[in-house]
């Protein structure tokens, strides 16, 4: 599977973004999907996944309440809504796909990356 992360842009603190992942393959709705972000100088960490069927979803801590992944298996996309963004969100987000049902929130596990979306919050 191919990956196309899109969307990111540069918004104000307290801003809403709204961040797409479109998939290229026939087999899309085998894959569970993640948002992964990376801040300079720092590692690439956990956003949110969601798993083949959108029927479960896990959330970072740093983003619970504010953040919302989504999927569209006919459309072969997965959105994550970003919502009261502070600068400290300011990162690279990259989506990933990870074969299979469970939610994993380790990079090792995904073995499809896109090419990632800046996001700057500005305060």
């Known amino acids: 599977v191919q990956l196309q992360a899109s969307g990111g842009g540069e918004v104000q603190h307290g801003g809403s973004l709204r961040l797409s992942c479109s998939a290229s393959g026939r087999t899309f709705d085998s894959y569970a999907i993640a948002w992964f972000r990376q801040a300079p100088g720092k590692e690439r960490n956990i956003v949110a996944v969601?798993?083949?069927?959108?029927?479960?979803?896990y959330y970072a801590e740093a983003v619970k309440g504010r953040a919302t992944i989504s999927r569209d298996n006919a459309e072969n996309t997965v959105y994550l809504q970003m919502n009261s963004l502070k600068p400290e969100d300011t990162a690279v987000y990259y989506c990933?796909?990870?074969?299979?049902?469970?939610?994993?929130?380790?990079?090792?596990?995904?073995?499809?990356w896109g090419q990632g979306t800046l996001v700057t919050v500005s305060s």
């Open positions: 969601i798993n083949y069927n959108g029927r479960s979803t």
């Open positions: 990933a796909a990870s074969f299979g049902a469970p939610l994993r929130t380790t990079t090792n596990h995904y073995g499809y």
